[in-house]
């Protein structure tokens, strides 16, 4: 088969960890017999340098053309680089949200996993790690607070700036569907996070899981609040299945719930609609820090490759491949080096290319 894949390397660290999952994609295509076409698309602060906006509406269609996207990273220094002195919707993040808006793409898949080699790089008490944990977080990616109106105003001699937080039946429904169809393919537990004690979203957010639940009876489900969720994932990260919640939680709790595991540039993630297609990107930045020094980790970029493997393409055994891959080179001891063991137990430190190379060799 052929399959057409849209590749926005972005900004920072983008552009090295995309090269290695697409050299990691060659290889598993010329193994099984595929044939993967990349079309390069601008967005981010890329975009902005090359036309002035962060995502054109070319860019848009060009994404919408392929079977299905693969992304780096984008933006940069929050404080330095001269793109966060443009207006809100100028600025590298406002091409992401964009691109999620116009592609309806409002459920993002984010699973947090504890490699068994990696226990050495995560920062909890070893009675707490017990034998590791498996999560994924399923957040809703195009409503609540990113989406809402907003606004700054003078108001009585003083500026007044404004959020909205609004979810409709619909919104919630979707995803709380989601939910419970991947849990039922795990181990069929679904926590749904909310702050239903303050916000009157949340109360209909709660309303609308419980309804949905009482089609999916396999499934055990609970309700917990955002504050009590954030505390326990490091009290007891080994209780959660999959984590339920909305847009602006679930950005917060993702990258907790990736820390615990030990390193964000392990962590890949799927963002979906209602039909095959997909965005897939590692659940980190662009680390403009350490651009272009040869050393980020491309592991949650080949393993998001993998999730569009296996999500868009329903090429279950080729993701087993690279998964497996990626344990293999963990197992024989290569590390990045921001999942390098605290304990300084002897491992290899490799750069970002030798760990594509590494990953390749064992497909
Ligand atoms: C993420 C990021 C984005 C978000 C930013 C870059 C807008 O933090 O994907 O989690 O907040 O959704
Ligand atoms: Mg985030």
């Not at 079309?39 to 070319?58: H, K, Q, V």
Request: glycine share 10%.
């Amino acid at each position: 088969m052929t399959y057409n894949i849209g590749v926005i390397k972005g900004d920072g660290i983008g552009p090295e960890i995309v090269t290695e999952a697409i050299k990691v994609l060659d290889a598993v295509g010329a193994k099984f017999g595929h044939q993967f076409n990349y079309n390069e698309i601008l967005m981010g602060g890329c975009s902005i340098d090359a036309t002035g906006e962060p995502l054109t509406d070319e860019a848009i269609e060009a994404a919408k053309a392929s079977d299905a996207v693969l992304m780096g990273s984008i933006g940069g220094n929050t404080s330095t680089s001269p793109w966060y002195k443009l207006p809100a919707d100028k600025r590298p993040e406002a091409g992401l949200l964009k691109l999620r808006k116009s592609l309806n793409l409002f459920a993002n898949l984010r699973p947090a996993y504890l490699y068994e080699e990696l226990k050495e790089a995560c920062p909890l008490r070893d009675d707490i790690i017990g034998e590791g944990f498996d999560m994924m977080i399923m957040r809703e990616l195009t409503g609540g607070l990113y989406f809402g109106e907003r606004s700054t105003k003078e108001e009585n001699g003083q500026l007044v700036a404004r959020d909205s937080l609004t979810y409709s039946e619909t919104e919630i429904r979707r995803i709380a569907k989601r939910g419970f169809d991947i849990a039922m393919k795990r181990k069929k537990k679904v926590t749904s996070v909310d702050k239903a004690n303050v916000l009157d979203s949340s109360r209909l957010w709660r309303k609308i899981v419980e309804e949905v639940a009482a089609d999916y009876p396999e499934v055990t489900y609970e309700h917990m609040l955002v504050d009590n969720c954030a505390m326990q994932l490091v009290k007891d990260p080994r209780q959660f299945d999959v984590i339920l919640t909305e847009n602006m939680f679930g950005d917060i709790l993702s990258d907790e719930a990736s820390m615990v595991t030990g390193s964000i540039g392990m962590l890949s993630s799927a963002s979906l609609n209602d039909t095959k297609f997909g965005l897939y990107e590692p659940s980190g930045g662009s680390a403009p820090d350490i651009a272009g020094q040869g050393i980020a980790n491309p592991i949650a970029t080949i393993l998001s490759a993998a999730m569009m493997l296996r999500y868009s393409f329903d090429l279950d055994a080729e993701a087993d491949a690279i998964e497996g891959a990626v344990k293999k080179v963990l197992k024989d001891g290569y590390r990045t080096i921001d999942i390098m063991p605290r304990d300084g137990s002897a491992v290899k430190q490799v750069g970002t290319v030798e760990m594509g190379d590494l990953i390749v060799a064992r497909l």
